[in-house]
């Protein structure tokens, strides 16, 4: 059974800051894993999505690496601003047809000003 | 092109009512995910449906919980006898076809059970 970690649980740190989150899952054979953003009371929005035969995927200040071998994926998040505020949550889909989405329980992001 | 839409955003419903809970996926998607998030928990898979087809409902409670796609209009996830246990939030995602596409989702409603 596939289950997915990320570490840490809760993150503050100042303005400016680069930063990295961190996600393993037990289970390597993965199809693809996905993070995303989740605003408080709001929904998730899809930040990156990397397919088992990538490494990694950047898009704008994030960038987001796969090792599939070792179970873990980070997102690097660059300069970070207030507006990064969020929870970030990590999700894999397995290989076999399945198309669910296994979550980790997110880390929670607070950057100050 | 509007994304994922979920309705009602909120609901209230008593002990032993139902609920009924709308997924309007974005345009041109024919597949739409359920899922739920208790408080404190990460969101868990409950069911996945192609047009008029359930195709996995793995994550779905035994009883009390369905879930449709017709050939017209919005999923419908069910939910009878609601029990305080159901208060979550329930999101709904879609995606263009099977494979590795990404999965969108949606606002999510949040249901309160008092």
């Known amino acids: 059974k596939q289950e997915v970690t990320q570490i840490p649980a809760a993150l503050s740190v100042p303005e400016g800051e680069n930063l990295v989150l961190n996600c393993s899952f037990t289970d390597s054979a993965i199809y693809n894993l996905q993070w995303f953003r989740q605003d408080p009371g709001k929904g998730l929005t899809s930040l990156l999505l990397i397919q088992s035969s990538q490494r990694e995927q950047t898009s704008g200040r994030l960038n987001a690496s796969l090792d599939k071998s070792s179970g873990r994926s980070t997102l690097y998040i660059a300069a970070s601003q207030p507006g990064d505020s969020a929870t970030y949550l990590c999700?894999?889909?397995?290989?076999?047809?399945?198309?669910?989405?296994?979550f980790g329980k997110g880390t929670k992001l607070t950057v100050n000003p | 092109n509007a994304g994922v839409m979920q309705n009602p955003r909120h609901l209230v419903r008593r002990r032993g009512q139902e609920a009924r809970l709308r997924c309007s996926p974005m345009?041109?998607?024919?597949?739409v995910y359920w899922y739920r998030q208790l408080p404190e928990e990460g969101l868990k898979f409950m069911v996945y449906?192609?047009?008029?087809?359930?195709?996995?409902e793995s994550g779905m409670p035994k009883e009390r919980f369905s879930a449709e796609f017709p050939k017209e209009g919005p999923s419908i996830l069910r939910i009878q006898q609601v029990v305080r246990g159901d208060s979550a939030a329930y999101f709904c995602?879609?995606?263009?076809?099977?494979?590795?596409?990404?999965?969108?989702f949606g606002p999510g409603t949040r249901l309160t059970v008092t």
């Open positions: 449906l192609q047009k008029e087809n359930i195709i996995d």
């Open positions: 995602a879609s995606s263009l076809t099977r494979g590795p596409h990404e999965q969108y």
């Open positions: 999700a894999v889909r397995a290989q076999g047809g399945s198309e669910k989405l296994v």
């Open positions: 345009k041109g998607h024919s597949h």
